[in-house]
């Protein structure tokens, strides 16, 4: 079969001879197939990249040499999508035949690099042994043309930049490009191939893993282009030529100036201002690389409230927004398993996400997991180990947001943990006649809007600071959660302004007071606040000593040395 182009579009031939009078535009042997966009220029310059396979016959007109994916090639753009960019639009292929597509292309690219660099080839293949000389070629050449950046599985996958973002080459895609290149373009010879294919792409793939691609939150790919959001006020346009880091696209359009009345109307009917605000500024957090930030945000968001209140669909609606493969899914309990070695192998699920998104907290008693949970919410380094791989260690700790009805049990809630834990409370939850089950499609029609939202939040928090500070809901509910747990000496403690360390630059001294005289106010706290008085003199000793008071032992009885808040 014989295929021809002429100004974007594609002609298929019915007989081989009928391609000397191409240009009889009544002939009735040639089909229209398809169009390519563009005009002759831009046909010419994406053909160039495939000189091997294409000839100029006649003027405008050029011919498609045969070949075993050339047809499915040009059937492939039958079933194409378009992604625009900076006025320039680009056709990729989504039909059986887009892995021929990207093989050709690829090899473009490959054909492209050795044309800029004459020099490279005959000097390395002069030098030492020939097989040594074109494995050096291939190694600077995959370092050029060629990235990696971890897949989907968390390991390192190679990247080529197929014009609109950095995508997985298959090692299909690879091997036969490469054939391609070094039958065609590099002069080794077709034994030689067989002989050292292996060596040729392991040279290709080394020389990728000296271009790792530097991905970052603030460029982001949308549907009408790549935009870098380093300055979240002011968002700039990244031109096509760039190759801007990006290895996904997002399903939507950038608009600057989208608003989302539907989603605000939503949040607004679910949750208190307040409420609204912080999960804002908590939720902008995934715009932006966690590592970049000028300031330490150590909080974990917790919803909290009955079913059909909202949760779900606002992390459903965020994880739209903020792109799916930037939102991991991996429980509490396997991220604060005893077994270390477990712990290695989830904490590589959620390295690299932006957040980490539990939809129930499957976890009974997360005391025993203190630690590694603060650990976690503060983003400290975490030891990995990819499945086949050695320990490493993850940078890249992601936020952690939880979905819950019911809060887990937590027999160590000191200071420390109520300071990382931001409680959003829904008071309500929507009726069963009144839900709408379209709502989640409605709202993802706001993306843009939403994203501009979030915008607004990031701008208000590098504004503060990084402080995101709890609301009088959130602390309500931690004082609950406490008592829930049988810590009433530690809130009682908190409550009256009693600290067992002093300031840092207020020379306080603290004081030494007798646990009789603590449990005294302890008992008459309960009584007036409706507390339920979890322990006795002995219990309570214990419990401050838990907390980290200091004791000492006196004649009339056990001491504990406190400092006292000012205003108390």
């Not at 498609?64 to 499915?72: A, G, Q, T």
């Not at 609204?276 to 000028?294: E, G, I, T």
């Not at 997991?369 to 400290?380: M, N, R």
Request: one cysteine or more; glycine letters at 10%; hydrophobic letters at 35%.
């Amino acid at each position: 079969m014989i295929y021809l182009l002429r100004s974007g579009e594609w002609y298929r031939v019915g007989h081989s001879e009928s391609r000397y009078v191409v240009d009889a535009d009544d002939n009735p042997s040639l089909e229209l197939v398809g169009q390519v966009p563009g005009g002759v220029s831009d046909v010419r310059s994406w053909l160039s990249s495939m000189r091997k396979m294409a000839d100029d016959v006649r003027g405008e007109w050029f011919l498609l040499k045969d070949s075993r994916f050339v047809s499915e090639l040009v059937e492939s753009f039958s079933g194409s999508e378009e992604y625009a960019s900076g006025g320039i639009s680009l056709r990729y292929d989504t039909s059986r035949g887009g892995a021929q597509e990207r093989i050709v292309r690829l090899y473009g690219q490959f054909s492209s690099w050795l044309e800029s660099h004459p020099s490279s080839m005959s000097d390395s293949v002069m030098w030492r042994s020939r097989l040594l000389g074109f494995c050096e070629v291939l190694k600077l050449m995959g370092s050029s043309v060629l990235s990696v950046y971890p897949g989907p599985t968390g390991a390192s996958c190679v990247r080529w930049h197929d014009g609109k973002v950095w995508s997985v080459v298959s090692d299909v895609e690879l091997r036969v490009s490469l054939q391609y290149f070094c039958l065609d373009d590099l002069g080794v010879g077709a034994s030689e191939w067989v002989r050292n294919e292996k060596k040729f792409v392991c040279a290709l793939r080394d020389g990728a893993t000296m271009n790792p691609l530097p991905v970052s939150r603030s460029v982001v790919g949308f549907a009408n282009g790549v935009y870098d959001f380093s300055d979240p006020s002011s968002p700039v346009p990244c031109p096509p030529e760039e190759r801007s880091p990006v290895v996904d696209v997002l399903p939507y359009e950038y608009d600057a100036g989208a608003s989302c009345p539907l989603w605000l109307s939503f949040l607004n009917r679910a949750l208190p201002k307040s409420s609204v605000d912080l999960l804002r500024r908590f939720l902008s957090l995934a715009l932006v690389d966690r590592r970049s930030l000028p300031f330490k945000v150590e909080q974990s968001l917790w919803l909290v409230g009955p079913g059909g209140a909202g949760k779900s669909t606002i992390m459903n609606t965020v994880r739209y927004v903020v792109g799916e493969s930037r939102v991991s899914s991996v429980s509490l309990g396997a991220l604060l398993s005893g077994n270390g070695e477990n712990r290695a192998r989830f904490a590589a699920a959620i390295d690299g996400k932006a957040f980490n998104y539990c939809g129930e907290v499957q976890m009974e008693d997360m005391t025993r997991g203190a630690d590694t949970f603060k650990s976690l919410c503060s983003g400290e380094p975490q030891m990995m180990r990819r499945i086949g791989g050695n320990v490493e260690m993850s940078y890249e700790v992601p936020y952690l947001v939880f979905n819950m009805n019911r809060k887990p049990k937590n027999r160590s809630i000191d200071g420390a943990i109520r300071r990382r834990i931001l409680f959003v409370v829904f008071p309500t939850a929507v009726r069963e006649s009144e839900r709408d089950p379209e709502l989640e499609s409605k709202l993802r029609a706001e993306a843009a809007g939403i994203r501009n939202w979030l915008l607004g939040g990031l701008v208000e928090l590098y504004a503060s600071g990084g402080v995101i500070s709890p609301t009088d809901e959130s602390r309500d509910e931690t004082d609950r959660w406490m008592e829930e747990n049988g810590q009433s000496v530690s809130l009682f403690m908190r409550r009256s302004g009693y600290r067992p360390y002093g300031y840092t630059g207020e020379n306080e001294s603290g004081e030494w007071v007798l646990v009789k005289v603590l449990y005294d106010g302890y008992h008459k706290w309960c009584v007036k606040e409706g507390c339920e008085i979890d322990v006795d003199l002995a219990g309570m000793g214990r419990e401050l000593m838990r907390a980290g008071y200091v004791s000492r032992r006196t004649t009339k009885g056990m001491s504990y040395k406190i400092y006292r808040d000012k205003s108390k």
